[in-house]
């Protein structure tokens, strides 16, 4: 975990934050006020009652309705954070980007390969900071199963499931009803992101082997209802899901190795306790009941082993520490750009 320097060792990094749906709402602004190097100074959002909500919740910082009075103040920021439609992720990228700003891009990075490649130009020529906010590399159960590879407790991997499954028969946001393929819409591009990096991180380099994009639902609309198989150069299979039509959902994660498979059910808790006011740093953030630990063994015998305690705030941390001391990015946006090729390559059937 990386440690904040002590108030007074730097300047905080004045924060310009697109969005105040969930994304902003529920993990930017709240990570951002728990790490002391950032200051949240602007919302950006045109809705009237969550501009509402945001000046409640952050009376220090200006909320204006658009892009463009947001970037009228940038020669007084040094941050932007893009929490938006992934449709709006590149143009609003590359405005941050040519305003003068570093910027974070929430997944999935861009709406096509081509859009997040001049993304990372444009930061590479005006010398400034761009990362990608895959914040499920810090979910307490990824963390573990990290644990359990490194330790070799399931010997050689053979295949690695993993699955993001949900019930939400309605789509309550407009543009997540109406968003094509080709803005970035639908559970391949919303969850993929997550699954992909995941699978990626663990296992190395991979090339999508098979795949079953569907929309279920009767009134039509982008896919959500998903199945794809990885075939990794490490001769690891991954089979991903992203289902937001399933009653009952399987495990997160079940990983087969030629010792041992872990099983694992539930959902880092981090999110919902973001949605509730926690910050990392509370007592009991990021830890999980012991009811939902893993499960690592054979038929024979298996134990139960414990959830690391998640950390959406070693996102942050390491960015702060890329901005302010030249350090290693927390996520490489040319590792999201691989995962980003690999969604287009399943969409083009291929």
Do not use: C
């Not at 002391?36 to 959002?45: A, E, F, G, K």
């Not at 409640?56 to 910082?61: D, E, F, L, R, V």
């Not at 020669?75 to 992934?86: G, M, R």
């Amino acid at each position: 975990m990386t440690e904040a320097p002590r108030p007074g060792d730097y300047a905080p990094l004045r924060t310009l934050l697109f969005g105040y749906g969930l994304g902003g709402r529920v993990f930017h602004a709240p990570l951002l006020e728990a790490d002391p190097r950032y200051s949240l100074d602007v919302i950006v959002t045109s809705d009237p009652a969550r501009a509402q909500a945001a000046a409640k919740a952050y009376p220090g910082a200006a909320v204006v309705p658009s892009a463009e009075a947001a970037l009228d103040l940038a020669a007084d920021l040094d941050l932007a954070v893009i929490s938006t439609p992934p449709a709006t992720h590149a143009s609003l990228g590359l405005a941050a980007l040519r305003s003068g700003l570093h910027a974070v891009v929430d997944k999935p990075f861009a709406h096509s390969p081509q859009a997040a490649r001049e993304l990372m130009e444009t930061a590479a020529a005006a010398g400034k900071v761009l990362s990608v906010f895959q914040n499920r590399r810090w979910d307490g159960d990824f963390l573990t199963l990290k644990g359990l590879l490194e330790r070799g407790d399931l010997g050689t991997v053979t295949r690695f499931e993993s699955r993001m499954e949900s019930f939400k028969p309605a789509v309550a946001k407009a543009w997540k009803r109406e968003a094509g393929t080709d803005d970035g819409g639908g559970i391949l591009f919303d969850l993929g992101p997550h699954l992909v990096d995941q699978a990626l991180q663990l296992f190395g380099p991979a090339k999508p082997a098979y795949a079953e994009v569907r929309s279920r639902r009767e009134d039509g609309g982008p896919d959500d209802d998903v199945f794809v198989v990885l075939q990794h150069d490490s001769g690891v299979l991954s089979h991903l899901w992203m289902n937001s039509l399933s009653p009952r959902p399987g495990a997160r994660f079940r990983v087969t190795g030629s010792k041992a498979a872990w099983t694992k059910r539930g959902a880092d808790p981090q999110e919902a306790q973001l949605d509730a006011g926690m910050l990392p740093g509370d007592p009991g953030y990021g830890e999980e009941e012991l009811a939902d630990w893993g499960l690592l063994g054979t038929a024979a015998s298996s134990a139960a082993v414990p959830t690391e305690a998640g950390r959406y705030q070693d996102f942050y941390a390491g960015l702060a520490t890329a901005v302010l001391d030249g350090g290693a990015l927390p996520v490489d946006p040319a590792d999201s750009l691989r995962g980003l090729e690999i969604i287009r390559q399943i969409h083009a059937g291929i």
